[in-house]
Structures are given as structure tokens and as C-alpha cells.
């Protein structure tokens, strides 16, 4: 009954690729900003290989929600 | 003359709809910024407004779309949409009145839905293609949201738990204005595009446009992207002050999670055209953020109220459109009764924002 009514396939996808994208999205910014401290941090504390890792991450990240940005307005300019 | 003039009114309730659509849900996108202090009002709804304004150009594709699925729109007239948008704007103030954030797009379909059972009956309106494409994702969009925030927030604090404020502040400061950005711009293009195809699908009735060769009109692109931004830029401080200090408390890591998850949600939804409602999904996410925290850190007293407006809102908006749909056919078939309708809905709108006032800006959490 609830098949007939509900489009259950979609709305399956629905919930497997929200949760993927907020999670992914916010697990990957959160990720940039903690990588943001930790160099500021190494910086602080002359550790240049901790910095050199922490800036790395912490561009990979800031490159990763950029290209979600961009992934966001296709998404809206497709529909 | 008669139609020309009747028209007219319908596409000045569609752009005070568009309005009031704007106003309304100033609140899903700017009220987490404002009450972390991420954006200063004035700045947030600024941002805001100028993106609502860019994202109805972004596409045009839902204009085309509006009510084929759920109305028999061969028996839709124009008297029926001004009805509904009536009864859309009634709800909508209603709700703004009470600071209670509720689904604008759902007022709309209520009222025509309404305004639609009240002239040719319960075959005007197709019931399983509204649940299928109204209430289903109505049921979804607040509990997923809630869920994805949740999450969100639980890896959010495991991850900057540890590091120094000044650093992580700053970052979701950038990131909170950033979500605020993409929740403004989907805003725009989603909402801006319903009073789009309201209005060309008038002009179609009123044989302006052809229906085999359906498009939206620049001057209507531009007029109704112009309705919503100025409507947002107005703000809905009632409303931002519940959503944004009202359900919970939130810190800067909670509104960025609510804000960048919820944007996230309806992104991926839309891609599968599963709209959910930007309301719901905020809602939803600001609940979830604050839950997963502490679950007794919501006023869920507060968050009582705001299913009670959502579980209202079609019934209600329904009711106010065949309640106008009613008045108006008492007057015959014409323009009479719109004109009659349209002088009473400004006396009443002007004595409602001569009496309350503009609320000021919302309080900091």
C-alpha cells in the first residue's frame, strides 16, 4: 500500500545520498578547520613537517568543499 | 477589459505571494548566521536577498512544472489561482504573526488545492499524487535532517573538540557564510520559479501565452525574482528569532552543521527530484544539531508548535482559498469579486503592520 503511494526506490536514494553528502560535507570542512589549527599550532611550535602535513590537509579539504560548492549549483542549474 | 483586469490581480497576488515567500523564509537561510554571529542581520539578509535574486536565473525548468501531477490544471481558471494565492498569503502571514516557520510552497498548493475542491470538486485534485509529492516528503524531510545534523554535529566536535577556538571560530564563521550562500541562491531558484509558473500559467488562461509553446516570459523572470528578494531583504525577524534562538541555543558548530548539512540534503534530494522543503530541512537540522549535543537542549515545546504549523498548513491554506474562492464567486464569474478581495486582504494587511510594527532585529543566542 505504501509502495503504491511512496516511491520507495527514490526515496531510498534519497536517504542513502543525503546522509552521505551532509555527513561528507561536514565531516570534510570539519576536517580542513581542525587541520587549519593543528598548522597553526605546528607553525607556532616550529614543527615544520607537522606544518607541512597540517597544510596539506588542510588544502585537500578547503579543495574537497570548494568542488561540493560547485557540485551544489550544477545540481541546481540541472534541475 | 474584464479579463485583462482580472489578470492583472492575479499576477499581483502572485508577486505578493513571491513576497511574502521571501520574507517568510528569510529565516531558513539566515537565522543560524545571525544568532551565532557568523553574519551581522542587516549583512545576512543583504547576502541573502542579492542570491535569491541571482538563483531564480538559474533555471526555469520547475516553472514549467507547477501543479501538472496534482491539479487537473485543464479546469484551473484564473480565478481559482488568485484564490489560492489568497489563501497561500493568508497562511503565510498567519504564521509569520506567530514566529512559526512554516512551508511556503505548501501554503501555495493548500490554497490552490482548496480554492480547486471548492469550484469543481474532489476531481480537481489528484489525492495520491499529493501524498506522493506533498506529504511523504513533508514526513521525510524534517526526521532525515535531524538524523544527518546529528551525525554531523557528533563528528564536528570529535574532530575540533581539541584545538583552539580563535582558529575553529573563523572556520565556520567562513563556512557558515558560505552554507548561508548556497541555502540563498537554491532558495531563489526553487521558490522564485513557483510564482514564475503561477504567473504563466495565468497568462496561458488568459490566452496571452500559447500552451504549446509554454515559456516564461523575461519580464516575469525578472518581476518575480525582484518579489522574492525584496521580500527577503524585508526579513521575517519573528520568524529568524525563533528558528534562530528559539529552538535551541546554538553554537557556531551547530549552525554551520545545520546550515551545511541542510544544504546538502536538499541539494541531493533535488538531484533526484525529491524536493524537500527548505523549512523543514532547517527545522529539522537546527533540532538535530541541538539533540545530538543534548537531547533536553531543544525547547521541544517550541519545536511542538512548529509540527503543529506544518501538519496545518495545507488543511488551513485550503480552507482560506475556498473560503476566497467562495466569496468570490458570489459575485458572479468576474472581476468583481477578486477587486472586492484584493481591496479587503490591503485593509487588513495595513491595519496587521500599522497595529504589531516590525519586530527588531532578533536577539543573539
Not at chain 2, 276 to 282: D, G, K, Q
Not at chain 2, 324 to 340: D, E, H, N, R
Amino acid at each position: 500500500m505504501i509502495a503504491t503511494i511512496v516511491d520507495t526506490g527514490t526515496l531510498g536514494k534519497v536517504i542513502l545520498y543525503s546522509l552521505l553528502a551532509g555527513v561528507g560535507v561536514s565531516l570534510v570542512f570539519a576536517l580542513g578547520v581542525s587541520s587549519a589549527a593543528g598548522l597553526v599550532d605546528a607553525v607556532r611550535e616550529r614543527r615544520t613537517l607537522a606544518g607541512a602535513l597540517w597544510g596539506l590537509t588542510t588544502i585537500v579539504c578547503l579543495a574537497g568543499s570548494l568542488a561540493a560548492i560547485v557540485l551544489g549549483v550544477v545540481v541546481m542549474s540541472s534541475k | 477589459m474584464h479579463s485583462d483586469l482580472l489578470l492583472v490581480i492575479v499576477v499581483g497576488a502572485a508577486l505578493a505571494f513571491d513576497f511574502t515567500n521571501g520574507f517568510h523564509d528569510t529565516a531558513n537561510v539566515v537565522a543560524a548566521s545571525i544568532s551565532t554571529r557568523a553574519l551581522a542581520p542587516r549583512t545576512a539578509v543583504t547576502i541573502a536577498a542579492a542570491l535569491n535574486f541571482a538563483g531564480a536565473f538559474i533555471s526555469l525548468k520547475v516553472a514549467a512544472t507547477i501543479g501538472s501531477g496534482i491539479f487537473d490544471t485543464g479546469r484551473i481558471t484564473e480565478t481559482i489561482v488568485f484564490a489560492g494565492l489568497i489563501g497561500a498569503i493568508a497562511w503565510n502571514l498567519v504564521t509569520w504573526f506567530f514566529g512559526l516557520p512554516s512551508s511556503s510552497s505548501h501554503a501555495l498548493i493548500g490554497g490552490v488545492a482548496g480554492a480547486m475542491l471548492a469550484a469543481v470538486g474532489r476531481s480537481g485534485v489528484k489525492g495520491q499524487a499529493l501524498i506522493r509529492t506533498v506529504v511523504a516528503p513533508a514526513v521525510v524531510a524534517p526526521v532525515l535532517a535531524f538524523a544527518v545534523a546529528g551525525i554531523s554535529i557528533l563528528i564536528v566536535y570529535r574532530l575540533v573538540g581539541r584545538r583552539r577556538p580563535g582558529v575553529v571560530t573563523d572556520g565556520f564563521r567562513l563556512g557558515q557564510i558560505a552554507s548561508t550562500s548556497m541555502l540563498a541562491l537554491a532558495h531563489g531558484t526553487n521558490d522564485a520559479q513557483k510564482t514564475m509558473g503561477v504567473v504563466t500559467l495565468a497568462l496561458v488562461a488568459h490566452g496571452s501565452i500559447s500552451a504549446r509553446h509554454f515559456h516564461v516570459p523575461t519580464w516575469v523572470v525578472i518581476s518575480a525574482a525582484s518579489a522574492i528578494a525584496l521580500g527577503t531583504y524585508a526579513g521575517g525577524w519573528r520568524i529568524i528569532r525563533t528558528v534562530g534562538t528559539r529552538i535551541i541555543k546554538m553554537d557556531i558548530a551547530q549552525g554551520f552543521t545545520a546550515q551545511g548539512a541542510g544544504a546538502a540534503v536538499i541539494l541531493a534530494s533535488s538531484h533526484f527530484g525529491y524536493p524537500l522543503s527548505t523549512t523543514h530541512v532547517i527545522s529539522g537540522g537546527i533540532m538535530g544539531a541541538g539533540a545530538a549535543k543534548r537531547f533536553s537542549a531543544v525547547r521541544w515545546g517550541v519545536a511542538g508548535n512548529i509540527a503543529a504549523a506544518w501538519i496545518l498548513t495545507i488543511p488551513a491554506a485550503g480552507a482560506a482559498g475556498a473560503l476566497t474562492y467562495g466569496v468570490a464567486s458570489i459575485f458572479g464569474t468576474g472581476v468583481l469579486g477578486p477587486i472586492l478581495i484584493t481591496i479587503l486582504a490591503l485593509g487588513a494587511l495595513g491595519s496587521v503592520f500599522v497595529r504589531r510594527g516590525r519586530a527588531p532585529y532578533p536577539v543573539h543566542a
